[in-house]
C-alpha cells in the first residue's frame, strides 16, 4: 500500500502495510511472516538474507528497503516510502 493511505489502526494483511503489494506479501509469506505484527523487533537484514536462501534467489537489495521500512513502521515509526530508506541500508549493510 501507498505509505499515504496507510491507517495504523486498520492493520490486519500484510498488504494494509506501507510499501507492500501482492509480490512482498508473497515474499513475507515464505519467510513465515503472515501478519503486521509477525514483523515486530525483527531485524530486516535477516529477514531479507531468510528470503534469499528460503527463495534460492539473491533478490535486488531495494526488498531490504523494503524490510527496513516495514520493521520500522511496525516498531512505531511513521509510514515512509521504501527508497527513503536506500541511503540507510547503504550506511548500515554497504553493499550486498
Given at each position: ?6 491507517d495504523r489502526g486498520q ?12 509480490a512482498i506479501a508473497r ?70
Amino acid at each position: 500500500m501507498h505509505p499515504d493511505r496507510v491507517d495504523r489502526g486498520q492493520l490486519k494483511l500484510l498488504t494494509d502495510l506501507p510499501n507492500v503489494g501482492p509480490a512482498i506479501a508473497r515474499d513475507l509469506e515464505l519467510i513465515g511472516v503472515h501478519r503486521p505484527h509477525h514483523l515486530r523487533s525483527r531485524c530486516p537484514l535477516e529477514l531479507y538474507q531468510a528470503l534469499c536462501v528460503t527463495s534460492g534467489t539473491r533478490h535486488d537489495p531495494c526488498v531490504l528497503d523494503v524490510f527496513m521500512s516495514l520493521t520500522d513502521f511496525v516498531d512505531g515509526g511513521p509510514p515512509r516510502p521504501w527508497w527513503d530508506y536506500t541511503a540507510q541500508r547503504k550506511l548500515r549493510y554497504g553493499t550486498l
